[in-house]
């Protein structure tokens, strides 16, 4: 059973940097568990950028 959860957790992790890079799930399955981590950091960094730049927008548009 956690063979399977472990999978799914894998799958799902693929499935995620796919939709955020825009690239095919077997790509990210196909490389080092470590390394799709090492993506999940700068994709959530990216992220935190995006909603800070668009804060400072809206925050430029209420003046």
Same mark, same amino acid.
């Given at each position: &059973?956690?063979? @399977?959860?472990?999978?799914? @957790? %894998?799958? @799902? %992790?693929?499935? =995620? %940097?796919?939709?955020?890079?825009?690239? $095919?799930?077997?790509? *990210? %399955?196909? &490389? $080092?568990? =470590?390394?799709?981590?090492? *993506?999940?950091?700068?994709?959530?960094? &990216?992220?935190?950028?995006?909603?800070?730049? #668009?804060? !400072? !927008? !809206?925050?430029?548009? @209420? #003046?």
């Amino acid at each position: &059973m956690a063979d @399977k959860e472990g999978a799914r @957790k %894998l799958k @799902k %992790l693929a499935a =995620s %940097l796919s939709s955020a890079y825009f690239s $095919p799930i077997p790509y *990210w %399955l196909g &490389m $080092p568990v =470590s390394e799709m981590y090492d *993506w999940v950091d700068t994709a959530n960094e &990216m992220n935190k950028e995006r909603e800070h730049n #668009r804060k !400072q !927008q !809206q925050r430029g548009k @209420k #003046r």
